[in-house]
């Protein structure tokens, strides 16, 4: 088994809310990982968990907050966002975060704010 | 810098034709390569990755791949395409191994539009 969920799968959120976003994997997996996809360009690389570990934070505003409670489960808490955040946002998880082993990634989360 | 191309932004084949998708690579050593599909709001989904070995790779859903070193290539084939293969396709590498070196860079995709 292959697959990597996300929740929710759409979200409208004004600029003062608190939201999150839940993603799970049960391959076993080490590493996870959040991207944001704009429309008609690739995924850019947010944040990378590895052994439930922060490793790569890729300057991302500190109104994204990541949270790996445990190897399972990876969250993304929401707080204070623009416009311009509007996107689709992707987890991905692999067997480990050092790029030898494929990525596998979930359906997305897709968050207007208004 | 290291980057990924591919050439071709959008390319429309009928359906039951061949497709070739171009992928090029700018980087000293052989890295990791990885071709990944997304249908309109969906996810990535893997079709096929080169590490090592057999130049010529299977993946799924009838695609293949071939890694062309003296060409810096990862080209993606498909003998015969159907209708659902209508989609947005991407070229992937990583680097090596660690770090940030074990990113996922991507290329800009190229989208596939198959007619009837």
């Known amino acids: 088994d292959t697959e990597v969920t996300q929740t929710p799968k759409h979200l409208v959120m004004g600029m003062t809310n608190k939201k999150s976003l839940k993603c799970e994997q049960h391959m076993g997996h080490r590493a996870m990982y959040w991207y944001k996809q704009k429309a008609k360009k690739p995924p850019e690389l947010m944040f990378v968990y590895s052994y439930e570990k922060l490793s790569i934070n890729e300057s991302v505003p500190s109104r994204f907050s990541p949270e790996c409670p445990n190897s399972s489960l990876l969250n993304l808490h929401l707080h204070a966002l623009q416009p311009e955040d509007s996107a689709l946002y992707l987890c991905?998880?692999?067997?480990?975060?050092?790029?030898?082993?494929?990525?596998?990634f979930g359906p997305g989360t897709r968050l207007t704010v208004t | 810098a290291q980057s990924v191309t591919q050439p071709d932004i959008h390319i429309t084949v009928s359906e039951g034709a061949s497709l070739e998708l171009r992928c090029n690579y700018s980087?000293?050593?052989?890295?990791?390569l990885f071709w990944y599909v997304q249908s309109p709001g969906q996810g990535l989904q893997l079709l096929l990755k080169?590490?090592?070995?057999?130049?010529l790779v299977q993946g799924i859903k009838g695609f293949e791949a071939e890694f062309k070193r003296s060409q810096s290539s990862f080209n993606l084939r498909k003998p015969s395409v159907h209708w659902s293969d209508a989609a947005e396709y991407f070229c992937a590498v990583v680097l090596g191994y660690g770090g940030s070196q074990g990113n996922l860079i991507f290329g800009k995709g190229t989208k596939l539009s198959v007619k009837p």
């Open positions: 991905a998880s692999s067997q480990d975060g050092q790029g030898a082993y494929e990525q596998y």
């Open positions: 980087y000293g050593a052989t890295p990791y």
């Open positions: 080169y590490f090592s070995g057999d130049t």
